[in-house]
């Protein structure tokens, strides 16, 4: 269904787009077929101007509309306290609406009378600053490094490009000899993967380091415990020491255990965690580098890892976000299963101006949708061209997408009762 019904879900998009009947008496319970083409000018109108209501189920199980799966109550964590709020009071927005094809195009005839979503946006907490366009394929990383006044951002069109954050301006465009898998930053240093190698390079001292030992595509980077690791497509965890006296990276280990390219990598609480193709995470200790469990409960690729508070999130291409805390006996389980309609291919936290948790997941059906945290209650949706591969948090509310066109963009999200504070161009 396209268009959720005036008052149904708390939308009434409907009525103040394509001239509401609402108020007046409907002899039919039937859709005005001139108003979906955009063309009623009967008012009242005798037929609906809003869709009728999709019936609902009484089983709780998903219904069209997109509504999830949710636990009501709340488990217990390592130490027996109950883990309350994940999934419950999920009465937020419900923003299901799609947007119009031709609209993405730039060709769509009907304008503001047409019946589909003429935004990239849901939501009255999110504006788009800017875009910038320069890379001729995906976006697959996006960096600022500390005391910097640049944004980076790498691409399968085997670049980093280089963003003036005042001007908006590409200052520079660096070929790094293969597609770049991921991009991190970590103080003033820029990491990228590439194919059999990682690239760093200091911003400050204008350095570089070409890491050798990686086997195929490196898809995850991740800093923890002075060490940097890298997911390979040959299912190795590769980790490297950083070296102060000489201002670079040693080799240090290498972990084995995935079956599969390891995708997602994050380090929390004094423990790395690998998400890969084989469905699996696997949890490491960062002194020992031993596994100390691997996790099964996915069904197919773990695409992305996040850390919050005393739990860990994990989204898959099986169209899940888990959430996961730890037993009285330390081992992680799945406290929560938030359910999409579409396969989840990246997780990136940040708070509001109230201080409060915010879930952004990049789905796979070409929208990021916002959840505040833990009730995963959502606040709206974001829409791009194609699917987003890549996000960055930056300050003052600022975050930072990049899209399989190639195309980053700069959205601002700032929330009821929050001042927008002045902005960077970019």
């Known amino acids: 269904m396209d268009i959720n019904p005036a008052g149904q879900y708390g939308n009434n998009r409907s009525c103040q787009r394509a001239g509401s009947s609402q108020g007046a008496a409907h002899s039919v319970n039937k859709v005005c077929f001139e108003w979906q083409a955009g063309r009623c000018n009967r008012h009242p109108c005798r037929f609906l101007h809003s869709e009728l209501p999709q019936p609902m189920s009484t089983h709780g199980a998903t219904s069209r509309r997109g509504h999830h799966q949710g636990l009501a109550r709340g488990y217990s964590g390592a130490a027996g306290a109950p883990i309350s709020g994940w999934g419950k009071d999920r009465e937020g927005r419900k923003a299901s609406d799609k947007i119009c094809s031709y609209f993405i195009g730039g060709n769509c005839s009907y304008g503001d ?7 990239w946006f849901i939501g009255d907490s999110f504006s788009l600053l800017t875009s910038l366009q320069g890379h001729q394929n995906v976006v697959t990383g996006i960096a600022l490094p500390s005391e910097s006044d640049k944004l980076y951002s790498g691409s399968k069109d085997e670049s980093v490009r280089v963003w003036d954050s005042q001007t908006g ?5 660096f070929s790094v000899g293969g597609e770049v898998g991921c991009m991190i930053s970590e103080g003033a240093w820029i990491i990228i993967g590439v194919p059999n190698a990682v690239k760093a390079w ?21 800093v923890g415990n002075d060490m940097l690791f890298a997911g390979t497509q040959d299912a190795h965890i590769l980790a490297w020491k950083f070296n102060v006296a000489g201002n670079c990276f040693e080799p240090a280990a290498s972990l084995n255990g995935h079956r599969l390219a390891v995708v997602s990598l994050v380090v929390g609480v004094m423990k790395l965690y690998s998400g890969s193709m084989d469905h699996t995470i696997k949890v490491w200790d960062l002194s020992t580098l031993q596994c100390l469990q691997t996790l099964t409960d996915h069904s197919s ?71 505040d945290l833990p009730s995963f209650s959502e606040r709206g949706k974001i829409f791009s061209k194609k699917e987003v591969r890549a996000m960055e948090v930056g300050p003052s509310g600022l975050f930072f997408t990049g899209d399989g066109t ?20 970019i």
Request: with cysteine.
């Open 406 to 425: 190639g195309e980053l963009k700069e959205p601002e999200i700032w929330f009821p009762l929050c001042i927008s504070s002045s902005c960077p161009a």
């Open 113 to 119: 009378k047409c019946r589909f979503l003429h935004s």
């Open 169 to 173: 301006q590409c200052t520079g465009v």
């Open 301 to 371: 690729v773990v695409m992305s890892l996040l850390c919050w508070d005393q739990f860990l999130l994990s989204s898959s291409l099986d169209q899940t976000i888990k959430v996961w805390a730890a037993t009285e006996s330390g081992n992680l389980e799945v406290k929560y299963t938030h359910n999409e309609e579409h396969g989840v291919l990246v997780l990136c936290g940040m708070h509001d101006a109230q201080a409060k948790p915010v879930l952004l997941c990049s789905c796979n059906d070409k929208s990021i949708h916002i959840y």
């Open 202 to 222: 200091n911003t400050k001292t204008a350095t570089d380091q070409n890491l050798d030992g990686p086997i195929g595509q490196v898809y995850a980077l991740v």
